[in-house]
């Protein structure tokens, strides 16, 4: 088995293990594996798109404040990230960050100036979340300043354990690590980011804080091949592409900007890597730009929906004080929400293309028989769309039917949904039918008591179906008797391997899902788990939509 953290090549399998607790099917009578519980995508705020580099604790308290204020948190969004620019490159002789004392200053009576647990304590007081930034090289981002000098020396490199203690020390909930520095230095993401979460396991192991890790290195060496579990990390993200937009700062020369729209869809395709998105682990396009100047409101509908479908985090990067109603609105929708938010922790992926741009995007979620579905027209022009439920995996001939964000409940309908979809805009349901039959299968043999003591003994399930041209979901049921997760490599006919997370399940059994494309045809393929007791990790069974 690799080592968590060692590069991966790229992966030509897309591999998904698909939890579902189906009780029609023949081997899933009597009690269900619970599913594991796993972190969701985040939802939150960050900084740089309305800010910039001009980051400080006033502006800071007051978009925690519009957190509240606007409904946000209410809906879900915890978060208040502040990216780049609160630190600018100074170190004591001990090496410890040097913080501006007049943009961080004491807020309440006994703090002191410079302490970045000042602005913690405030965004825990409000009920929310806070978010810190870094480099993984020596130099960031602030060496290319978008507004303002040029700052050298902001990264982490060289003081991993130190700084990320710190954060957490701080009171930081979250944390995320650019890749200008080590983008300029060439270094490797895979190890660097390595590194770093083993850094972060150390704070969290000393503070007992955890610290949700975001990969920022913009798709740099496929992180989603790497990503996964990258140096024993529990749940995190990782960006797939470049920014969708530079900053818009309300009063600079900065100003003027736009988001385009073509950019924003860019960004949701280079973010499809469903074999990689599973128990807490998820591509990440960037930060919304809803509500930021380009995009009208249907765009924003949109835009949120593409998030939603493909199980990215929602992190809205406007100034949450200058959102008007109708983003707001979207922002907050609970349908849609839902569907980012669903427990499977699965991304979307194309079930259908109806012709050039006409595309049907499918995600399965938690309740047996449901699907997300989105009908995409990126044409110029108003098309006809429809979705077959066969197209979904669904057995039945009805399902029920609701349009998200016209709010309407359209009853039973029959074989499939038919609407016309406008030029350049989606169609977003939430549908729930029969669902469609699994292939139950065991391990292809036990193990011995001799293998069972080594500790890189494999789980392989052979004689695997696939299905031409589809995607299989997978519920991996399995037992972890120790009281911590744990990560265990998934190999799909002998290609580039994901990694898994197994929480916890006592003395019972539990279920996580993935996702895989099989590319043998027949009964041809092979699922191997690199895991044994020795890691407390028993694979019991495998069900393959």
């Known amino acids: 088995m690799r080592t968590i953290g060692k590069a991966f090549t790229c992966l030509g399998i897309a591999i998904v293990l698909f939890l579902c607790c189906d009780a029609a099917t023949a081997h899933a009578q009597g009690t269900q594996p619970a599913i594991a519980k796993i972190q969701q995508p985040p939802m939150g705020w960050s900084s740089w798109n309305a800010l910039s580099n001009t980051i400080n604790s006033e502006l800071t308290k007051a978009q ?9 948190k209410r809906a879900g969004y915890e978060y208040v990230n502040i990216d780049e620019g609160w630190w600018l490159g100074d170190r004591d002789a001990q090496g410890n960050f040097v913080v501006d004392p007049k943009a961080w200053p004491a807020i309440e009576p006994g703090e002191h100036d410079g302490d970045m647990t000042n602005i913690v304590r405030f965004i825990h007081k409000q009920g929310l979340k806070a978010g810190i930034y870094t480099d993984a090289g020596k130099d960031g981002c602030s060496m290319f300043p978008d507004l303002g000098p040029a700052y050298f020396q902001v990264g982490s490199e060289g003081h991993y354990e130190q700084d990320f203690l710190q954060f957490a020390r701080w009171g930081f909930d979250y944390v995320k690590v650019d890749w200008c520095g080590g983008d300029k230095e060439n270094l490797d993401p895979d190890v660097q980011y ?10 969290e192991q000393i503070t007992g804080h955890r610290l949700y890790y975001s990969i920022c290195n913009w798709g740099k060496e496929s992180p989603w091949t790497w990503g996964p579990g990258v140096g024993g990390a529990l749940q995190s993200i990782w960006r797939t592409s470049g920014d969708i937009v530079a900053p818009v700062v309300a009063g600079s020369v900065n100003a003027g900007r736009k988001v385009a729209f073509d950019k924003m869809l860019s960004n949701f395709d280079q973010g499809i890597h469903p074999e990689a998105e599973h128990t807490g682990f998820y591509n990440d396009p960037d930060m919304m730009v809803l509500g930021m100047p380009g995009l009208n409101a249907a765009q924003n509908r949109l835009h949120i929906s593409l ?32 569907v980012d938010q669903d427990s499977l922790g699965l991304q979307g992926i194309k079930a259908a293309e109806l012709g050039p741009g006409l595309e049907v995007w499918s995600k399965f979620l938690t309740t047996p028989g449901e699907r997300a579905v989105l009908l995409l027209n990126r044409t110029y022009f108003p098309a006809p ?3 077959k439920w066969t197209d979904l995996g669904l057995a039945g001939e009805t399902a029920t039917v609701r349009e998200v964000w016209t709010a309407k409940d359209l009853g039973i309908l029959k074989d499939r949904y038919e609407t016309t979809v406008p030029a350049q805009d989606g169609v977003l349901l939430i549908l729930k039918g029969t669902e469609g039959s699994f292939r139950h299968y065991e391990p292809a043999a036990k193990h011995t008591q001799e293998e069972l003591a080594i500790h890189d003994a494999e ?43 197994f929480p916890p399940t006592g003395a019972g059994q539990g279920a996580v899902w993935v996702q895989t494309h099989l590319d043998q045809p027949g009964t041809g393929n092979m699922l191997n788990f690199a895991a044994s007791p020795g890691d407390g990790v028993n694979i019991d069974n495998i069900d393959v939509h």
Do not use: C, H
């Open 459 to 501: 789980t392989r399930f052979t004689g695997i179906t696939a299905r031409k041209g589809e995607w299989a979901q997978v519920r991996i049921t399995y037992t972890n008797s120790v009281v911590a997760a744990r990560l265990v490599e998934l190999r799909v006919n002998g290609q580039v391997a994901t990694v898994v997370e």
């Open 194 to 203: 390595g590194e770093i979460a083993r850094a972060i396991a150390r704070a």
């Open 307 to 338: 998030w939603a479908i493909s199980g990215a985090p929602l992190l809205v990067g406007a100034d949450l004080k200058r959102l008007d109603a109708e983003s707001l609105a979207t922002l907050t929708n609970g349908d849609v929400i839902r």
């Open 385 to 387: 769309m429809s979705v």
């Open 64 to 72: 925690a404040e519009a957190m509240l204020s606007s409904g946000l």
